[in-house]
């Protein structure tokens, strides 16, 4: 697996057994019913990245995502950040 596989993989183990079967749930879901090739899907993600890098889709901050507000990263006991967030309050969520 690759370093930022294992990024996400330790976050996801750090749920909770409910959460982390409901994002279980959420995973495999995501794998049926999408007869898409993956030469689609890459085509599909580098539009959206280009649509974001553009302005031409603003993305979502982190309360459309989550529903509340971002503690402050000072508070925060999670230490993994992204190259380049500073501050999770102003972080646009990519998604596919």
């Known amino acids: 697996m690759a370093l930022p596989h294992l990024a996400v993989a330790e976050e996801a ?3 909770s057994p409910a959460e982390r079967a409901d994002l ?3 995973l495999i ?3 049926e019913n999408d007869h ?3 030469a689609e899907i890459t085509a599909e993600l580098n539009r959206r990245f280009t649509d974001l890098i553009s302005g031409k889709d603003s993305g979502l ?3 459309q995502v989550f529903g509340s507000p971002a503690s402050s ?3 925060s006991t999670n230490t993994m950040r ?3 967030f500073n501050d999770w309050r102003t972080a646009t ?3 596919a």
């Open 29 to 31: 879901q995501s794998l």
């Open 73 to 75: 990263p000072r508070n």
């Open 13 to 15: 183990l750090s749920l």
């Open 24 to 26: 279980a749930k959420l």
């Open 61 to 63: 901050n982190f309360e």
């Open 82 to 84: 992204p190259p380049g």
């Open 36 to 38: 898409r090739s993956d």
């Open 93 to 95: 969520i990519i998604y």
